[in-house]
């Protein structure tokens, strides 16, 4: 079992930053894939970016050149540096994480960009 614990939300200015972070416990050894995801009002929840444990990592277009991912497997974190930050980025962002067999979720941190 891998727990998913998500930090760093908040409210924001429309063109300041963000950094959240997903803190993971218990079996994060077996971790393959680590993601965001995010959900906004009224709408259905949306890939934002990946890493994979080869460090390749994949972002939705519209965040591609404003948002990053990386991972400090020595403390068992991922990240999301969010630049540039737009209205239309307010939403709930949840931590994702795949093993082999399992997949977990945090239980998300609220990002409200203000206009």
């Known amino acids: 079992q891998v727990q998913l614990v998500e930090s760093g939300g908040g409210l924001v200015q429309a063109g300041g930053s963000l950094r959240l972070s997903c803190a993971a416990s218990?079996?994060?050894?077996?971790?393959?894939?680590m993601a965001w995801y995010r959900q906004g009002p009224g709408k259905e929840r949306e890939f934002v970016a990946q890493?994979?444990?080869?460090?390749?990592?994949r972002y939705e277009s519209d965040v591609k050149g404003r948002f990053t991912i990386s991972r400090d497997d020595a403390k068992r974190t991922l990240y999301l540096q969010m630049n540039n930050l737009l209205p239309e980025d307010t939403a709930i962002y949840s931590c994702?994480?795949?093993?082999?067999?399992?997949?977990?979720w945090g239980q998300g941190t609220q990002v409200t960009v203000a206009s």
């Open positions: 890493i994979r444990n080869d460090s390749i990592t």
């Open positions: 994702y994480a795949r093993s082999m067999f399992d997949i977990y």
């Open positions: 218990g079996d994060s050894n077996s971790i393959r894939i």
